[in-house]
């Protein structure tokens, strides 16, 4: 997973739904819970905003698997192109 | 002597302005809050004229951080004019000096979260397994506006949150004396909050006609402003609005000793119910509801300077509310000044009541009557409604009045505070 778009837009949409400071640096290597310190509600509510800005479903079942923004980004990734194919 | 209930401060959120202040000018100067809306588009709402709050609420440039992320902007009108009234009383400067755990809340809504709910079912429909946020439930809940009013006021006494309809916010003040008055509070934060512009409210609403709809012979079609006018020949309807009205209420002693500005007495309420209709009221068990509160205030009628009325501009309701008044009063609701600020404001459903009881703390301590604006005379309702100027007037005692539908009614009476 290399798209820098989707890595700016992805942790843009990171930011805003688990309301990070601007000063917290957030990046692939960043994990949601233990560095951004988001609790339960908010990794809910990060997910559903991730589903709803790149238009796709992300199953209950994946969510223990995506514990760092990189895992996010290559989820994301490979729903898109599973959709495309 | 029995110890007075008092309010000690007051705020609004209403489409006239984001505080007290700017709803109150706007009264005083006649002006309409009321407009169309580009957010209620003709393919989802069938009525787009609305009294609605700007720049307010989630994601608004104003938004309260403390609540950012409940999406139910009645929770963040709540919060608005609760610390508007907690720092009119003074209270947010006096910490220490009082017990927070004798502090109550009451807040009333008709609707609560409904907003976020809609919001969030067409996001839903699109998620899947994922589909509910995680703050859709608590913000939901119409006692989270007084749980979060609690939480970030700092106060842990009993909180109710009454649904009483377009009554609601009138029975959470009465809620609130009555904890005073059982001594389980030393001061309580009361009102109501709404905002329910959801299209199956305001369709809901449409379809029961109870709203000034799309037609182009109706004055509104020139002038938004002109849609609500409570006591006119050509009233058609109710025009919904959003906003949230507050009080502080405290024991006189409590005040006196704190060195709070008494800003009015409550000096009386009743609560009762028509047990008549779904939606209809029964204008014998409102007077009798006024009745009672005059009775228990030890005021007699004809000493009652100001009625504010429900006056929601729907045919029945006026007409019904007029008889009421006519029953009570009796020769002296010909003497009576009567005005309903629902022409400026809309009907802001449960919280209209809580509104016009805090705008009733400003008159009587301005000393001015807010008009109905846009009134054109009826024949059939021949009082003074204190038509379309604000009116200098010596307020001593002063009733505010509401009624929801299921039938569910409250009259407050308010006196002067410097007496």
Redesign the interface.
Known sequence: MNDPNLMTQLCATVRKAGRIPREVPISAETCLVEDLRIDSLDLFAVLIAVQDRFDLVIDVEDMPDLNRVGDLAAYVASRRSAAAA | MTDRIVVVGHGAVTCLGRDMAATWEGLIAGRSGIGRHASLPADSYLVDLAGMVKDFGPGSSTEDPAV??LGARSIHMAMASSREAWADAGLDRLAGRFDPDRVAVAIGSAFGGMDLYEAEQI?SS?????S????LVPGLLINQMAGQVAQHLGVFGPSVAPANACASGGHAIAMGGMFLRSGEADFAVCGGAESAFTPMIVNGFATMKALVGRRPEDRSAADPGQASRPFSVDRAGFVMAEGAGMVVLARESTARELGLPVQAILAGWALNSDGYHMAMPDGSKIAKCLATALERSGARPERVDYYNAHGTSTPVNDRVETRAVKDVFGDHAHKLAISSIKGALGHGLGAASAIEAAVCVRALREQVIPPTINHRPDPELDLDYVPDHARPSDLETVMSASFGFGGTNNALILTRGDR
């Not at chain 2, 699109?126 to 994922?130: G, V």
């Not at chain 2, 509910?132 to 703050?135: I, M, Q």
Request: charged residues 40%.
């Open positions: 950012s992320r996001k699109k998620r899947k397994s994922l509910a946020s995680p703050y």
